[in-house]
């Protein structure tokens, strides 16, 4: 079961943020949580979900995280946290390698692609994050509940 406490603890550690298109960042790691509930994931995959970004946006302390969730959760949320200056291929290999985090990172794709225009992205940037996809998300995708939801979100972002 995920503890209501996580829950807040997410919400105070993204407090005050906003995304791209202007909507508190909280937005972002629930409605990730709701792509992974809706395709029948279990609790520590929501609760990655909800944690993917606290170590790479926050102060958020790994000593918390644990406290709250449990040493899967903690290790999901660490293989999807970007390091500075870490080549792309390494950061995909790391997330792959975490079951948890390979079938978040797919979540974390979706609501990206489908927010993109309403944040307002450049045709460059929205064709850089679409080539990403395709290269580092796709195959992950293949391997998750969620592979023919990311194609359809995949070919409506190339019509944009």
């Known amino acids: 079961m995920i503890d209501f406490d996580f829950v807040q603890y997410v ?6 943020q906003t995304r791209d298109e202007g909507l ?10 709701h792509i992974v509930a809706s395709h029948g994931y279990t609790d520590d995959f929501i609760s990655v979900a909800l944690g993917h970004d606290l170590l790479e946006d926050t102060d958020a302390e790994c000593s918390d995280i644990l ?3 449990n040493r899967d959760v903690l290790e999901g949320i660490i293989a999807m946290t970007k390091i500075d200056d870490e080549p792309k291929e390494e950061y995909y290999e790391r997330v792959k390698a975490n079951h948890l985090a390979k079938h978040v990172k797919v979540a974390d794709r979706i ?3 489908l927010s993109m225009k309403a944040g ?4 460059k940037r929205m064709q850089r994050y679409m080539y990403v996809s395709k ?5 992950l995708a293949y391997e998750t509940k969620m592979a023919d939801y990311f194609v359809e979100v995949l070919d409506h ?4």
């Open 11 to 16: 919400a105070l550690k993204h407090r005050g």
């Open 24 to 33: 508190p960042y909280i937005i972002h790691p629930m409605f990730v949580a």
């Open 67 to 69: 406290e709250l969730t």
């Open 111 to 113: 609501h990206n692609l």
């Open 120 to 123: 307002g992205w450049n045709k």
């Open 135 to 139: 290269k580092f998300i796709l195959p």
């Open 157 to 160: 972002a190339e019509i944009l």
